[in-house]
T-cell receptor
Framework: KQEVTQIPAALSVPEGENLVLNCSFT??????LQWFRQDPGKGLTSLLL?????REQTSGRLNASLDKSSGRSTLYIAASQPGDSATYLC????????????FGKGTKLSVIP | DTAVSQTPKYLVTQMGNDKSIKCEQN?????MYWYKQDSKKFLKIMFS???????INETVPNRFSPKSPDKAHLNLHINSLELGDSAVYFC??????????FGQGTRLTVV
């Protein structure tokens, strides 16, 4: 059974810093890994999807990497801004006949102006 | 032109009532899901449908019954609501095993 862990649970950084969020998963037989952002009281916004054959994906100031063999993914945020404050969730997509996303518990990021 | 839309956004109801949450996606995806986010913000899958066929049915009480009238719709009906059903329910869709898109969530409060 797939399990996803995110470390740290919370992170507070001053504006302008670069930061890394970590995600690990127990079953390396994944199809993909997806990073989401969730603002308080809101839905999930997809940030990046990395296919199992890929090593990284970039979107603007965000860069996500995937090391499938070691069961790890990282989300790198460059030059953080107060608007980046949110909870970041990673989800591993797996399951041969019954594909599903298994989520971590998230990292709550606060960017201090 | 919201991609995945759920109604209602908020639902407050008494114990024992029956309620439904509706979900529609206009992305042309073939797979739809229901996820539950508990009070600790943990997201867990409940059901998934592929082309109107039930694929995943996690250990959810049988008071919860999903219904997919067509590929673009997946509704969730809940019978005999209990206090422990209070949570945020998210609908999502994807094309096969592609990028998943989520609705805004339905916050269900059972009193």
């Amino acid at each position: 059974k797939q399990e996803v862990t995110q470390i740290p649970a919370a992170l507070s950084v001053p504006e302008g810093e670069n930061l890394v969020l970590n995600c690990s998963f127990t079953d390396s037989a994944i199809y993909n890994l997806q990073w989401f952002r969730q603002d308080p009281g809101k839905g999930l916004t997809s940030l990046l999807l990395i296919q199992s054959s890929q090593r990284e994906q970039t979107s603007g100031r965000l860069n996500a990497s995937l090391d499938k063999s070691s069961g790890r993914s990282t989300l790198y945020i460059a030059a953080s801004q107060p608007g980046d404050s949110a909870t970041y969730l990673c989800a591993a997509g797996s399951g041969a006949g019954s594909y599903q996303l298994t989520f971590g518990k998230g990292t709550k990021l606060s960017v201090i102006p | 032109d919201t991609a995945v839309s759920q109604t209602p956004k908020y639902l407050v109801t008494q114990m024992g009532n029956d309620k439904s949450i509706k979900c529609e996606q206009n992305l042309g995806h073939d797979t739809m899901y229901w996820y539950k986010q508990d009070s600790k913000k943990f997201l867990k899958i409940m059901f998934s449908y592929n082309n109107k066929e039930l694929i995943i049915n996690e250990t959810v009480p049988n008071r919860f019954s999903p219904k997919s009238p067509d590929k673009a719709h997946l509704n969730l009906h809940i019978n005999s609501l209990e206090l422990g059903d209070s949570a945020v329910y998210f609908c999502a869709s994807s094309q096969n095993r592609g990028e998943a898109f989520f609705g805004q969530g339905t916050r269900l409060t059972v009193v």
